[in-house]
Every structure is written in structure tokens, then in C-alpha cells.
């Protein structure tokens, strides 16, 4: 079903068209990835659990005769997959000369060094954003997330040095409790609404239409929300859709260890609130790495504020014209300057 307004509505939302039968042109439907089922997933209770899980996965990876590299941000989920590489594995880090990355590279390194990785810089540049974006746009579709061309370029990089099975670790954020900011309080069905929202298609489409339903799924009582499940479901999507599309783009198998494991206890949210997010993966960190102090990693950065400091904001009709520009964030730019970029890509169809 075309529903180009709805399709619209839904990427300034979500990042991403939720619903598979919308599509923004005749014969343009989009690819999802769904998670994997509850009922084939692996219940995990503590770091022992956890490190037989990742050891088992990587173990069966590598027994496919593949040449292994893996993606390494400097944080403790991929640092945990690398732990089960062998000495000589290629390791990819993001930099740029915006500098936000340099935190990123730094500690990565400092992992490659303890187990022999060979390290390798993935230099991003917005060069690299205007020539990547179309290929990941066209097999999604659709507009993209601003990880999908770094990912892509990644994988493409990897390629040319011979990788064959690309490792991540997206997935533990999902799985154990990484999204702490999400997290952090009870939250009634309209403050998680406007907390979750990405940018509000009324602000700056013309023609907004309702994209709500999957929040409301997840209502419950008086003006409540089960928060949790609505991230295992639709968050969840978002991300692994996301990854699997510049992956699959460039032509590179690949593995999360992370995104079939399940916890077998509800997550403890006291724990996560008093600043103990992911606490199963951070125990296991300090089994693998007692010599490595667990540093706070942020999400993935990318380097659209710095990219689009200037831009002046979309001009086609589907935007509106008064869009506070100066209020957005990099991110949300992001999302206005993609979705332009992939309607002019298409303006005939």
C-alpha cells in the first residue's frame, strides 16, 4: 500500500517505517528484521551463563571456515565478543576528524593491544554520507538511520581486507538493560511518548498523519505504558533492521552473539537506576578484562552535528518551511536531510 505521508510520518518518529505494508512508491517495500522468538532464544542468569553463550556463538561462527573481523567501539559489549577472537583478528573503529570518535579509538585500542588485534581506523567523512546513503537507502526503500552509511562503509572497508563474517555487539543493549536512559523511572504513557519520539512529524512535515499505534499496544491502566516490553518489540526492530541492512548492502555476513540470548530473571531496574546498566555484562567484563577498568560508553556517535551544523533545512513541499532549524539536533537534521535526499533520488517514480 502506498501511504507516502504515513511512510514519512513514521521515519521522523521511529527512524523507521514500523508497519511492512506501507510503502512511500508503488513496488518500494521496505525490508524488516524482526527479532528472534522468545521460544528460541537462550535464557542467561548471571556472567558465567553469559560468557558460555558468546564463546558457543563465536565458536560456531569461526567454524565455518570464515575469515573474522569485528566491529570494536571501545565499549564493554563488543570488547566481550572480542575477547573470543583469535590474536590477528582484524578490529574496526570509527574516527573522523570531527573528533568524536577519539574516545572510541582510544579505548579500542587498548583492546586490541591486549589481545593482538590487528586495529583499523574506518575514517568517516560527509563525502562518505552523500555517496553511501543511496545504496542503503535503496535496498531498505526509505530514508535510513545515520548509522546505516558508516556501517556500510565499514563493511565495505572490511571486505577489501578479506573479512568474510563481520562480529557486533548491538544486541546487549537490548537484551540486558543498556538503555538506561530509557529506563530510568516508571514512566506514564505520555512522558515515554514524548521521550521516545525522535523528532514530531507535526513539527516539520506538512502533511503529519497518526503513527502512534505501537505505543499504543503497549498502554496499560490509567495513563500507563509497559515501557519495557514496547523496546524489546519495536526499539529492538529499529536497531537490528538498521544493521542488517548496511551489512547485508555490502555484501558481508555477520553476527551479533547478543540478539538470541534472553535474561532469565526480569531485569532488575533498581540496579540498572543506581547506574548499574547492563550489570550482567559489566560482571562478565570484569571476569574477562580484571586489568581493564569498565569505562561509560555512550551510544554509537556519529558526526552529523558537526556535518550539518550550517544546513539551512529542506526545501520540497512535503516539509514545512518554519521548521526551527536552530532547535534540532545533529540526529534530527539528519533525519530531515535523509528523507530529502530519498525523495529527490526518486522524484519520478
Known amino acids: 500500500m502506498v501511504?507516502?505521508?504515513?511512510?514519512?510520518?513514521?521515519?521522523?518518529?521511529?527512524?523507521?517505517?514500523?508497519?511492512?505494508?506501507?510503502?512511500?512508491?508503488?513496488?518500494?517495500?521496505?525490508?524488516?528484521?524482526?527479532?528472534?522468538?522468545?521460544?528460541?532464544?537462550t535464557p542467561i542468569a548471571g556472567p558465567e551463563d553469559l560468557q558460555e553463550a558468546i564463546r558457543k556463538r563465536v565458536d560456531d561462527a569461526l567454524a565455518r571456515g570464515k575469515r573474522p573481523g569485528i566491529l570494536l567501539s571501545g565499549g564493554m559489549d563488543s570488547a566481550l565478543v572480542a575477547s573470543f577472537l583469535p590474536a590477528g583478528t582484524d578490529a574496526y573503529t570509527f574516527s573522523s576528524d570531527t573528533g568524536v570518535f577519539d574516545a572510541d579509538l582510544e579505548r579500542s585500542q587498548r583492546y586490541c593491544n591486549r589481545l593482538?588485534?590487528?586495529?583499523?581506523?574506518?575514517?568517516?567523512?560527509?563525502?562518505?554520507?552523500?555517496?553511501?546513503?543511496?545504496?542503503?537507502?535503496?535496498?531498505?526503500?526509505?530514508?535510513?538511520?545515520?548509522?546505516?552509511?558508516?556501517?556500510?562503509k565499514a563493511a565495505l572497508q572490511a571486505r577489501e581486507d578479506g573479512v568474510e563474517l563481520l562480529l557486533i555487539g548491538d544486541g546487549?543493549?537490548?537484551?540486558?538493560?543498556?538503555?538506561?536512559?530509557?529506563?530510568?523511572?516508571?514512566?506514564?504513557?505520555?512522558?515515554?511518548?514524548?521521550?521516545?519520539?525522535?523528532?514530531?512529524?507535526?513539527?516539520?512535515?506538512?502533511?503529519?498523519?497518526?503513527?502512534?499505534?505501537?505505543?499504543?499496544?503497549?498502554?496499560?491502566?490509567?495513563?500507563?505504558?509497559?515501557?519495557?516490553?514496547?523496546?524489546?518489540?519495536?526499539?529492538?526492530?529499529?536497531?537490528?533492521?538498521?544493521?542488517?541492512?548496511?551489512?547485508?548492502?555490502?555484501?558481508?555476513?555477520?553476527?551479533?552473539?547478543?540478539?538470541?540470548?534472553?535474561?532469565?530473571?526480569?531485569?532488575?531496574?533498581?540496579?540498572?537506576r543506581r547506574g548499574e546498566s547492563k550489570y550482567i555484562v559489566r560482571e562478565l567484563h570484569a571476569l574477562r578484562y580484571p586489568d581493564i577498568p569498565l569505562a561509560e560508553k555512550i551510544p554509537m556517535p556519529r558526526p552529523v552535528d558537526a556535518f550539518l551544523r550550517d544546513w539551512k533545512g529542506?526545501?520540497?513541499?512535503?516539509?514545512?518551511?518554519?521548521?526551527?532549524m536552530d532547535r534540532l539536533t545533529g540526529n534530527q537534521k539528519w533525519q530531515l536531510w535523509c528523507a530529502e535526499y530519498f525523495l529527490n533520488l526518486h522524484a519520478n517514480d
Request: hydrophobic share 35%.
Open 314 to 324: 529542506p526545501q520540497r513541499a512535503e516539509f514545512r518551511q518554519d521548521i526551527p
Open 172 to 272: 546487549a543493549d537490548y537484551v540486558f538493560g543498556g538503555m538506561d536512559k530509557l529506563l530510568s523511572q516508571d514512566w506514564t504513557y505520555e512522558a515515554f511518548v514524548r521521550r521516545y519520539i525522535a523528532l514530531d512529524p507535526a513539527l516539520v512535515l506538512t502533511h503529519p498523519v497518526d503513527v502512534y499505534a505501537p505505543f499504543r499496544k503497549y498502554k496499560k491502566g490509567e495513563g500507563g505504558i509497559d515501557f519495557q516490553g514496547f523496546m524489546d518489540d519495536l526499539c529492538a526492530e529499529e536497531s537490528y533492521s538498521s544493521y542488517e541492512n548496511a551489512f547485508l548492502t555490502a555484501g558481508m555476513d555477520y553476527l551479533d552473539p547478543y540478539e538470541d540470548l534472553v535474561m532469565a530473571q526480569p531485569l532488575d531496574l533498581q540496579r540498572v
Open 3 to 41: 501511504d507516502k505521508d504515513f511512510c514519512l510520518s513514521s521515519y521522523m518518529a521511529f527512524r523507521y517505517t514500523w508497519d511492512p505494508e506501507r510503502e512511500y512508491f508503488p513496488g518500494m517495500h521496505h525490508r524488516l528484521r524482526k527479532s528472534v522468538p522468545l521460544s528460541e532464544k
Open 116 to 152: 593482538g588485534l590487528r586495529h583499523h581506523r574506518v575514517e568517516i567523512t560527509f563525502d562518505d554520507f552523500r555517496n553511501l546513503t543511496p545504496a542503503v537507502m535503496q535496498r531498505k526503500c526509505g530514508p535510513v538511520h545515520s548509522i546505516e552509511p558508516q556501517l556500510l
